[in-house]
């Protein structure tokens, strides 16, 4: 795992009270979405065997929780946000959120123990490091390789998986998007330089959906 080091002491501490208990099960839903992917590719492309590089993928897991960290930080204070936090003030003695300081301690424990970012944003901070890191990998033998068309499946890999990390995020089946949608996401995740902030905007219902839900 990459050090802490390079972020500040007060993050450092947030991560390792609030965020490293829950690498773990993060780990392995990234890993069960993983599993699901290399049966299809593997059944499909004789011959080929899908892998992922933990080490790497441990890295884009933990890179995804320092950056929910700087957005609470950044984007919530204690006048914003309210409802159902009455059991985390009571433990402090707190009646009024707006009396807390962003900085305090206080603060700090109840907004990263209690308040979430939204599924937009968590799937934009999950995509944004699995394509950076690129965990998996496909190797294929050489006449297959030769004998075979170019598969966009295998060249397009870390940026299907990726898509599929943010659906399940999102919880979205990849039934529910167009195929046309699916592979201008794909094309945008393997050719564009997008930065968080453009994935917060694609990657919601209004965007993928073509038709709304209920």
């Known amino acids: 795992m990459r050090a802490l080091g390079s972020v500040s002491a007060r993050i450092r501490e947030i991560y390792r009270e609030h965020y490293e208990p829950r690498e773990p099960q993060r780990y392995a839903t990234l890993i069960d979405v993983f599993n699901k992917i290399s049966d299809i590719v593997e059944a499909t492309h004789h011959g080929s065997t899908v892998v992922v590089d933990h080490a790497a993928l441990a890295e884009a ?126 094309y945008c995740f393997r050719f564009r330089s997008f930065d968080e902030a453009s994935y917060f905007m694609i990657l919601t219902e209004d965007y993928l959906l073509d038709k709304p839900r209920g």
């Open 61 to 186: 897991v933990r890179s995804y929780y320092l950056d929910t960290i700087r957005y609470k930080d950044y984007h919530f204070d204690p006048d914003e946000v309210g409802p159902n936090l009455e059991s985390a003030l009571a433990k402090y003695g707190i009646e009024d959120l707006g009396s807390l300081s962003p900085l305090s301690p206080e603060w700090s424990h109840i907004l990263h123990s209690t308040v979430n970012i939204n599924g937009s944003k968590a799937a934009a901070y999950m995509v944004k490091w699995i394509l950076r890191y690129k965990p998996v990998s496909v190797l294929s033998l050489a006449e297959e390789v030769e004998n075979k068309p170019h598969s966009t499946i295998v060249a397009n890999i870390n940026e299907i998986y990726a898509l599929n990390c943010a659906l399940l995020e999102l919880g979205i089946d990849s039934v529910e998007v167009s195929q046309q949608k699916l592979d201008e996401l794909i």
